[in-house]
């Protein structure tokens, strides 16, 4: 799970069908966990949406990681998203670090 750091009442949470999973899903909360909503990832996700981080350098940019290697970004909240090119073996943790 990820709080948005500019609005604690937003969270995202990874998930899927099981631990390591052949799809995942990337959901979004606005109301502190009331109602969730299944964010629109631009492909199937390969597993378990693993992990979510965020900073408050920018509190829209949400990154998203299935631990078979996929990582997903959005720069809008979660509205919208895009898989970057490259994919890795397998990710357990991550962390987005601003430029300086």
């Known amino acids: 799970m990820a709080v948005k750091t500019?609005?604690?009442r937003v969270?995202?949470?990874g998930c899927g069908e099981t631990t390591t999973g052949q799809a995942g899903?990337?959901?979004r909360t606005t109301d502190y966990g009331q109602r969730w909503q299944?964010?629109?990832l631009p492909n199937?996700?390969?597993?378990?949406?693993?992990g979510l981080t965020t900073h408050p350098a920018n509190a829209d940019r949400i990154v998203a990681f299935t631990l078979f290697g996929e990582v997903y970004v959005s720069e809008d909240a979660g509205e919208s998203w895009r898989k970057i090119a490259r994919e890795f073996g397998e990710i357990?943790?991550?962390v987005w670090v601003p430029a300086a």
């Open 6 to 8: 500019d609005d604690p």
């Open 11 to 13: 969270l995202f949470a």
């Open 25 to 27: 899903h990337v959901l």
């Open 38 to 40: 299944v964010l629109n």
């Open 44 to 50: 199937a996700a390969n597993a378990t949406v693993w």
């Open 92 to 94: 357990r943790t991550a």
